[in-house]
């Protein structure tokens, strides 16, 4: 089973407002990804969590902030932000050895967001 | 400088054509993997295949087969009797030894669409 789950699949929020959102996996996989990706681009990565902690945090304004509560879960709190930030946000997740090793990473179907 | 471009941006084949996806990498390592992921109009990315820097081996799967040569840097996607839901966005991806955590380069993407 390769299964990533993203909840909701499509969200409509103000620039006011604070929301989540959720991605879960259950393959004892222990590093998380959350990726931003725009219309006719490739994703951008965002934050990477190994083993619970947060690894990589790729300069990613402080209005999206990323929870890891259990090795199966994976949250991005959204506050405060802008129309820019409307895109589809996807989770992914691998089974690293260690920092350094490579596994494949398997995506969720993700997270349409629109920012009023 | 990128490190994986994929050239074509748009291929419109017409069904059971054959179609080629080029993907060409750059990279210092001498250990590295290479990806290709698929992304249907869902949005979820589909992995298809992933690939170490040690073993050239071509590979075939049904319809898809994959050309990798080390000598010209590229990494081709062939699907053999196209098929209207082999369209979709096709992204090519890249991880170096030297990551952390299996961080993904990826191209552009080649939007590929399949007519009836």
């Known amino acids: 089973d390769t299964e990533v789950t993203q909840t909701p699949k499509h969200l409509v929020m103000g620039m006011t407002n604070k929301k989540s959102l959720k991605c879960e996996q259950h393959?004892?996989?222990?590093?998380m990804y959350w990726y931003k990706q725009k219309a006719k681009k490739p994703p951008e990565l965002m934050f990477v969590?190994?083993?619970?902690?947060?690894?990589i945090n790729e300069s990613v304004p402080s209005r999206f902030s990323p929870e890891c509560p259990n090795s199966s879960l994976l949250n991005l709190h959204l506050h405060a932000l802008q129309p820019e930030d409307s895109a589809l946000y996807l989770c992914?997740?691998?089974?690293?050895?260690?920092?350094?090793?490579?596994?494949?990473?398997?995506f969720g179907p993700g997270t349409r967001l629109t920012v009023l | 400088a990128q490190k994986v471009t994929q050239a074509q941006t748009e291929i419109s084949v017409v069904e059971k054509e054959d179609v080629t996806l080029d993907c060409v990498y750059e990279?210092?390592?001498?250990?590295?993997?290479l990806f290709w992921y698929k992304q249907p109009p869902s949005g979820e990315l589909v992995f298809l295949i992933r690939r170490n820097s040690f073993d050239e081996q071509n590979e075939i799967s049904g319809r898809y087969s994959w050309n990798f040569q080390k000598s010209t840097s590229s990494f081709n996607f062939t699907i053999t009797a196209s098929q209207v839901v082999d369209s979709a966005v096709y992204f090519c991806a890249l991880s170096e030894e030297s990551s952390t955590l299996g961080r993904l380069y990826f191209g552009r993407g080649t939007q590929l669409t399949v007519w009836p």
């Open positions: 393959m004892g996989h222990r590093a």
């Open positions: 969590y190994s083993y619970e902690k947060l690894s």
């Open positions: 990279t210092r390592d001498t250990t590295y993997y």
């Open positions: 992914a997740s691998s089974h690293p050895t260690d920092d350094s090793s490579t596994d494949t990473q398997y």
